[in-house]
């Protein structure tokens, strides 16, 4: 428990010869998508751009969405204050056990603390959200309501996502429902939070790397930190009143036989402010086979990936040793 550094601040924990914080950072930003079709765009015009972000940036972000924002905002501040709990509060969900069996795990640095080269100044809470009923009875208890909060939440989420992957499968012309059809029922939420660090040249919040799911929404607080790396430089993803941030995750680049691009982003920290995220990981169904979509592939565009299921891809990005390694390369024809 004293390594999580919401508790204290294990400064001397840090190994300062991370050479991950390469600037410079660019200002280029990430496309911001209005999904009102009343207020702005048509459908059609809206689907073209998200599909322009996805090939460009693998991210992008949404407003106008459908998920109240007041239900946003009450979930960020229950995480919040789920790490400002006493350390005697935090400590049944503990563990710094990667194959721990414990249905909600509170993290210190990545998973698997004790071997990392670089300890991350990061706490990461985790949990299912599939069957919720089931699910929430394993959440935290503390603070009063996040049980229900963040229920509602995962549920309104869990309820824009089909329309999301229905506006990206009409981009790349697919038959209505393509994505839908692919995505499994399990979905789980990865909370992190970075208390302000007191040398952000010393490490990161998260490293770098691309999300090994279909599809991630991520909620952001009004603190910078998130950065995507494009055309050899780290771009700022700064954050947006009410909007959620969407990048598209290795399964969704396979699916689309690379047409959409899920793309590197690392987390860094800042020495003043804490700064909170929640991604939220939808998967692929387990029980289908992964391969590009038939429409996509023709003689001028011959299948860039073999077919395969889920399970096999997550080992084989589990047991990844170097960042550095592509995780499709095992897929690719
Ligand atoms: O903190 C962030 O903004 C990044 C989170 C992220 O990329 C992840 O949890 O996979
Ligand atoms: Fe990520």
Not at 10 to 38: A, C, H, W, Y
Not at 139 to 161: D, L
Not at 224 to 251: H, R, S, T
């Amino acid at each position: 428990m004293e390594k999580l550094i919401s508790n204290n601040n294990p400064m001397e924990k840090l190994i300062s010869n991370n050479n991950q914080l390469q600037r410079p950072l660019s200002r280029g930003f990430v496309p911001v998508i209005d999904l009102d079709e009343t207020a702005g765009d048509s459908r059609a015009v809206i689907s073209q751009k998200i599909l322009k972000a996805c090939q460009e940036f693998g991210f992008f972000q949404v407003i106008n969405h459908g998920v109240p924002e007041d239900l946003m905002k009450d979930t960020m501040s229950m995480f919040k204050e789920f790490f400002d709990l006493p350390a005697e509060d935090k400590a049944i969900f503990y563990t710094e056990d990667a194959r721990s069996k414990k249905h909600c795990t509170l993290y210190p640095s990545s998973m698997i603390y004790a071997t990392e080269d670089v300890h991350l100044w990061r706490d990461n809470l985790k949990h299912n959200c599939h069957p919720l009923e089931k699910c929430i009875l394993e959440w935290p208890e503390k603070p009063t309501g996040y049980r229900q909060v963040v229920g509602s939440y995962a549920a309104e989420v869990t309820k824009m996502v089909p329309r999301i992957l229905e506006l990206i499968g009409e981009g790349l012309g697919l038959e209505s429902g393509y994505f839908e059809s692919k995505l499994g029922e399990v979905s789980s939420l990865s909370v992190n939070h970075y208390p302000p660090c007191p040398d952000p040249s010393l490490t990161l919040g998260l490293s770098k790397h691309c999300d090994p799911n279909l599809v991630t929404i991520l909620l952001q607080d009004d603190v910078c930190g998130l950065q995507i790396f494009k055309d050899n430089e780290w771009i700022g993803v700064d954050p947006v009143p009410n909007a959620f941030v969407v990048n598209i995750g290795y399964q969704l680049q396979i699916m689309s036989n690379n047409k959409l691009k899920s793309v590197e982003h690392r987390a860094v920290t800042n020495s003043r402010t804490a700064r909170t995220s929640a991604a939220f990981f939808f998967n692929p169904r387990d029980d289908i086979m992964i391969e590009p979509a038939e429409v996509l592939v023709n003689a001028s565009n011959p299948p860039v990936f073999r077919a395969f299921q889920y399970i096999e891809f997550l080992r084989n990005y589990m047991t990844k040793t170097d960042i550095n390694d592509d995780a499709l390369e095992h897929f690719k024809l």
